[in-house]
Structure formats: structure tokens, C-alpha cells
């Protein structure tokens, strides 16, 4: 156990309906990261927080995808009018400090009907 | 852009046997960190071992080692007695430390690992 915790651990949605998941990072770490994750395939960066503050997010996240980190606790990111395309693991990581390495929770998996 | 590869998709071996898992990378950047991550199924990510770049001395942990080879842009793994709980994907990772900005992990598409009985 990583400390990094990810709710829920499981998502079946059919496709075109909103989707929520959440994630609660270590409490002293003020970075969060998330990732997706396809079948077979490594993780992609998503999007990266300091604190309550999003600094960067990757193309691959189109404007259908939002994430918040409201106080610099949990995030949450919320997927709307889901496609079958964003079936995926979304993982979230946050590292103690600096150039340490980044520590994972247990994903979150959706499914899209 | 930084590009990370694992030539291996899948790699099996009788347990107590020596394996060595292979990642290259692609970069400018002359201070960096690697990593190797485990995903075992259905359970998540855990850290197995870092390298960072300013070090020649390659990275050990218990029976895990790296061989790092900065000129060549070679990162390998080698699990020494090998035993079933090392059974999972195993992903190969850079990052590019930065002050401010996102530390993003790149991965390579991983290999599978089977231990076998």
C-alpha cells in the first residue's frame, strides 16, 4: 500500500454519460499527478497539480476531461459525455518531494458500454 | 519529446532463475532519472528501483540491479533468484527533474513477466 488511495476502484458507464473519480494523495505531498492507462500499454501523463494550482495538462486530455484539486487535498477528475475511446485505468501519483519518485494508488478502471 | 522503449513484451522464467529486462530511452537532457515500476495483476504500481543519471554507480536493490548505460541510453533490470511474487508487468520510466513544472514519468509499453513454478 502506497498511501494513495483512489475511489472507485471500478466504473461501468454507458456511452455519453458524466463520470467522476477521486483521489487522496498523501496528505503532506503537494504534487499530484494523473495518468491513463490502456490495456497492454504504459501510463500517460494526464495532468499535474502543486498544491490546488493545475500547471500543466497533456493533449491528451481533450475539453470533455476536467480535473480539480479544490485546497490542495484530494483531486477529483471528471470525464463528460464519455466515448468508448476513454475506457482506460486513470491512475493518480503524487511524490513526497522533489525529484523523489512518484508513488501510485490503485487506479481507477472504466469501462464505456 | 523523450521516448522510452521495451523491446521485450513478454519474457518467462523457472522460478530461482537470473532474468534481465531491457528499456532504451531517447533524450537530450544530460541529468534525468529512470525508474523501473512493477504492476502486479490486478494490484498497483510499486516502485522497484531508481537510477539517476550524475551516477555511474548502478542502482541496486536486494535482488534487483540495474545496468546503466548513459552513452548508449540503456537502462536494464536484472532480477537475480527470481520467485513467483515477481509474476507482473514490469515498466520501464524517465523523468526530467524540474523546479516547478510536472516531474512527468514516461513509460515504455512494459513487459510482462511470468515466473514459473
Known amino acids: 500500500d502506497t498511501g494513495v488511495s483512489q475511489d472507485p476502484r471500478h466504473k461501468i458507464t454507458k456511452r455519453g454519460q458524466n463520470v467522476t473519480f477521486r483521489c487522496d494523495p498523501i496528505?503532506?505531498?503537494?504534487?499530484l499527478y494523473w495518468y491513463r492507462q490502456t490495456l497492454g500499454q504504459g501510463p500517460e501523463f494526464l495532468t499535474y497539480?502543486?498544491?490546488?494550482?493545475?500547471?500543466?495538462k497533456s493533449r491528451l486530455l481533450s475539453d470533455r476531461f476536467s480535473a480539480e484539486r479544490p485546497k490542495g487535498s484530494f483531486s477529483t477528475l471528471e470525464i463528460q459525455r464519455t466515448e468508448q475511446g476513454d475506457s482506460a485505468m486513470y491512475l493518480c501519483?503524487?511524490?513526497?518531494?522533489?525529484?523523489?519518485?512518484?508513488?501510485f494508488g490503485p487506479g481507477t478502471r472504466l469501462t464505456v458500454l | 519529446a523523450q521516448t522510452v522503449t521495451q523491446s521485450q513484451p513478454e519474457m518467462s522464467v523457472q522460478e530461482a532463475e537470473t532474468v534481465t529486462l531491457s528499456c532504451t530511452y531517447d533524450?537530450?537532457?544530460?541529468?534525468?532519472?529512470l525508474f523501473w515500476y512493477k504492476q502486479p495483476p490486478s494490484r498497483q504500481m510499486i516502485l522497484v528501483i531508481r537510477q539517476e543519471a550524475y551516477k555511474q554507480q548502478n542502482a541496486t536493490e536486494n535482488r534487483f540491479s540495474v545496468n546503466f548505460q548513459k552513452a548508449a541510453k540503456s537502462f536494464s533490470l536484472k532480477i537475480s533468484d527470481s520467485q513467483l511474487g515477481d509474476t507482473a508487468m514490469y515498466f520501464c520510466?524517465?523523468?526530467?527533474?524540474?523546479?516547478?513544472?510536472?516531474?512527468?514519468?514516461?513509460f515504455g509499453q512494459g513487459t510482462r513477466l511470468t515466473i514459473n513454478p
Open positions: 520510466a524517465f523523468m526530467k527533474p524540474s523546479l516547478q513544472g510536472a516531474q512527468k514519468l514516461v
Open positions: 501519483a503524487s511524490p513526497p518531494r522533489g525529484n523523489t519518485p512518484q508513488f
Open positions: 497539480f502543486q498544491n490546488e494550482a493545475q500547471l500543466e
Open positions: 533524450t537530450s537532457e544530460s541529468n534525468y532519472y
Open positions: 496528505s503532506e505531498h503537494n504534487r
